[in-house]
């Protein structure tokens, strides 16, 4: 690092959050250890603001659901755990269902979704959702095509019956490129910690990669509406896409900015 650090950055180096950004990896690296120190704050200040709109949801039984989609290792469950974790889990839930059951099967598609769906005061953050459907399940053969089609007929009608219901729906997409995404499970490969995380799908996602992009496609022609909008995040750097996912929740949902918590 050539330029003469400021003051501020001398204390910020020099602060617990600091010493521990600069030596967690190797080799040291002064920029990206004040990098990490200032998403940290623009973190803390965020969240801090998520326990405002949640307050104000519990004290007027506002109802609010998070569909968080994307590819596989996006970062989706890094985002989520950034947006959950300073919140009163009392009155949040994370819902990541399984494949369905053989009676789900014979249900209505979007029925075991509506079965997680918010109490009064409660958020609901969904690690993938009923848009399965329109990407994950179509690409490896997990539905027919008839029932994509009646999935992609429907999907519009039950988002606007779930919104005139008076939940908030925010719908996010984290984006990464595919290089990033190679990286990515490369990383996970050879970590014994993360290595349960590669699924059968993730090994088949690269090669799927342009099969997966036509269907995101698709999905967003169709399901990118006026009332329901997508927000795509771009999701290569992880801190930004962490802060940009809150920014945008906070954005999206009237709550009251003056509320004292």
Known sequence: MNKELSESEVRSLNSKKGLIA???????????????????????????????????????????????????????????????????????????????????RSQWYFQRYVEQFPKAGEMVFFDRSWYNRAVVEPVNGFCTPKEYEIFMNQVNDFERMILESGIHLVKIYMSISKKEQAKRFADIKSDPLKQWKMTKLDEKAQALWDQYTDYKKAMFEKTHTKISPWKIIRANRKTEARVNVINHILKSIPYDKNLEI
């Open 22 to 104: 600069l030596l967690s990896k190797e080799p040291l690296n002064i920029e990206r250890a004040l990098r990490y120190i200032d998403y940290q704050k623009k973190l803390e200040k965020l969240q801090t603001e998520l326990i405002r709109m949640q307050t104000w949801a519990i004290n007027n039984d506002e109802r609010i659901i998070v569909v968080f989609q994307g590819r596989d290792a996006a970062g989706k469950g890094g985002a989520i755990r950034r947006v959950t974790e300073r919140i009163n889990p009392r009155h949040m839930r994370i819902v990541a269902l399984p494949k369905p059951s053989k009676d789900e």
